[in-house]
């Protein structure tokens, strides 16, 4: 009932910049948190940003300063600009959302997108 679509990865040389959005669609009635995690094959899934409804954010030490999250309330989107990239952010972007379901909104589950590939060439 509720889908995170990711879109925006792809191949790009260290130095370069790419930008990550997502869409959330379905039966939600509001949404709290929206962030961005990424995973590379053998290891755990990490955050790398967040924003909350209220937009206050918060950043994987890796990332601070090179890369930005933003989202639309109206149009339940969050973005990812990444720029300066390195080789070691190549790895498989995952949209997340808390989010709350239904008509009156008494269910709140974490949902995920698909994920998208980055891929940063050296």
């Known amino acids: 009932q509720v889908q995170l679509v990711e879109s925006g990865g792809g191949l790009v040389q260290a130095g370069g910049s790419l930008r990550l959005s997502c869409v959330a669609s379905?039966?939600?009635?509001?949404?709290?948190?929206m962030g961005w995690y990424h995973q590379v094959p053998g290891k755990q899934r990490e955050l790398v940003a967040y924003i909350t409804s209220g937009g206050s954010t918060d950043y994987a030490d890796s990332v601070k300063g090179r890369f930005a999250i933003a989202r639309d309330n109206a149009k339940n989107t969050v973005s990812l600009q990444m720029n300066s990239l390195k080789p070691e952010d190549t790895a498989v972007y995952y949209c997340?959302?808390?989010?709350?379901?239904?008509?009156?909104?008494?269910?709140?589950?974490?949902?995920w997108g698909q994920g998208t590939q980055v891929t940063v060439s050296s």
């Open positions: 997340s959302a808390r989010l709350k379901t239904g008509l009156l909104g008494r269910l709140e589950s974490d949902y």
């Open positions: 379905g039966s939600i009635f509001s949404i709290n948190a």
